[in-house]
């Protein structure tokens, strides 16, 4: 399984290099790259001016270094996320996807249905909680280890206690 690049806020804007400063709004983002997904953070105003090419992003603010920390990413940006990813094929994406549906299972966002083989893959079939959709996972059968530390760097990657 492939590591991800795992970057904390820095306080800096990867595209214009200029320092967020604490208390200010930025954009936090996930980027596909030849290795695989990273985190960047863009400023507001370089993220308004540039439009830069993302996976996915969220509008946050930097928060102080004596503030308490907060959580970032909630309930509905996990779904989008979730959703989001319905389509991929790669290794990375897939497993990402799948430890996203442990966690909305965990937090009741969605439930599972059953499961069917196609193709040599065991696929889940979800339902989101509330809403009566039905969503598919592919199970790409990763063991404990592996989803403990996929579900650490994704927390780390959108900055959230998962």
Known sequence: MNNWEIDRPLGQCFGSGKAIEPGREYFGALVATEEGLQRRDFCAEFWESEKPEVFCYWRTRLPAPEEKKKLFVDDEMLMAFFERLAEESER???NFRFVLALILMRKRR?????T?????REIWRVRVVGEGVFAEVVN????EEQIEQLSSQIGQILHTDL
């Open 92 to 94: 990375e994406k897939v």
């Open 110 to 114: 969605l439930k599972y249905d059953a």
């Open 116 to 120: 069917k083989t196609d193709d040599g």
């Open 140 to 143: 790409p059968h990763l063991d």
